[in-house]
């Protein structure tokens, strides 16, 4: 062998090595890419059966290529703008689920450790909801007073109000009537029953075991912080498929 001949092929060393770490670093990140991808789309399409709407789901900047095979996640971020807790309309939700573990079973989904949520729901939102339960026909505008911690629904064009304060007592929401009168004469018990029956079944089902942390008025409308601890994901009922990561 000529001294140039293996000159040749020692230079040639760097070369098929900086290829090789090339192709595996395109791999590890085609893999990575493809792993998200699929972990997003079964994440999304496992919370929004618990949370009952078009959601996004972020996995931040955790490796998931290995999480896809151990199906077991640190955390996930949720974040929908049309929840529906009970029978509520266009609730905004930000969420965080932690110690995620998607391994299922005949009678499981998987397992969650904690989780956390911010939620807003609007005067509009709240209106909507009123109007899709049927109540809406004689309500005709919500408005809220942060000072006070209330908020006050115009009936029947404003000929008669109704004021209710929100309030977490324990694990639980309590909506309260503090007004109800047309010109100083008290509604229909009945109507005034309506409206706080769809506020309270809209602001005390959470889902993944969360319980209420605190609620405020504000100019908006509402605004809650939830939060949960460990959690088991029910499997698919009925005519659902059950998710598989």
């Given at each position: 062998?000529t001294?140039d001949?293996?000159?040749?092929?020692?230079?040639?060393?760097?070369?098929?090595?900086?290829v090789?770490?090339?192709?595996?670093?395109?791999?590890?990140v085609?893999g990575?890419?493809?792993?998200?991808?699929?972990?997003?789309?079964?994440?999304?399409?496992?919370?929004?059966?618990?949370?009952?709407?078009?959601?996004?789901?972020?996995?931040?900047?955790?490796p998931?290529?290995?999480?896809?095979?151990?199906?077991?996640?640190?955390s996930?971020?949720?974040?929908?703008?049309?929840?529906?807790?009970?029978?509520?309309?266009?609730?905004?939700?930000?969420a965080?689920?932690?110690?995620?573990?998607?391994?299922?079973?005949?009678?499981?989904?998987?397992?969650?450790?904690?989780?956390?949520?911010?939620?807003t729901?609007?005067?509009?939102?709240?209106?909507?909801?009123?109007?899709?339960?049927?109540?809406?026909?004689?309500?005709?505008?919500?408005?809220?007073?942060?000072?006070?911690?209330?908020?006050?629904?115009?009936?029947?064009?404003?000929?008669?109000?109704?004021?209710?304060?929100?309030?977490?007592?324990?694990?639980?929401?309590?909506?309260?009537?503090?007004?109800?009168?047309?010109?100083?004469?008290?509604?229909?018990?009945d109507?005034?029953?309506?409206?706080?029956?769809?506020?309270?079944?809209?602001?005390q089902?959470?889902?993944?075991?969360?319980?209420?942390?605190?609620?405020?008025?504000t100019?908006?409308?509402i605004?809650?912080t939830?939060?949960?601890?460990?959690?088991?994901?029910?499997?698919?009922q009925?005519?659902?498929?059950?998710?598989?990561?």
């Amino acid at each position: 062998m000529t001294h140039d001949t293996a000159s040749r092929r020692r230079s040639r060393v760097p070369l098929i090595a900086g290829v090789l770490v090339i192709v595996v670093i395109a791999a590890l990140v085609g893999g990575e890419f493809y792993a998200r991808n699929r972990v997003e789309n079964c994440l999304t399409t496992q919370f929004e059966s618990e949370l009952g709407s078009q959601i996004d789901v972020g996995l931040g900047l955790q490796p998931v290529l290995f999480s896809l095979a151990t199906k077991k996640f640190s955390s996930v971020d949720i974040s929908s703008d049309d929840t529906k807790f009970g029978p509520a309309q266009d609730m905004q939700v930000q969420a965080t689920v932690n110690d995620v573990d998607l391994t299922s079973t005949d009678t499981t989904s998987g397992q969650i450790g904690s989780s956390s949520a911010d939620v807003t729901w609007s005067t509009g939102g709240i209106l909507a909801t009123l109007q899709e339960q049927g109540v809406g026909s004689v309500v005709s505008g919500v408005t809220s007073d942060p000072a006070a911690g209330t908020l006050k629904f115009a009936i029947v064009g404003g000929l008669a109000e109704l004021t209710v304060k929100p309030v977490v007592q324990g694990d639980t929401i309590e909506v309260q009537t503090t007004d109800a009168s047309i010109l100083g004469i008290g509604i229909p018990t009945d109507l005034a029953d309506s409206v706080v029956s769809v506020l309270t079944d809209s602001l005390q089902a959470y889902p993944l075991g969360m319980t209420p942390d605190a609620l405020e008025v504000t100019d908006a409308g509402i605004r809650m912080t939830l939060s949960g601890g460990q959690y088991t994901i029910p499997a698919a009922q009925g005519g659902q498929q059950q998710v598989t990561c």
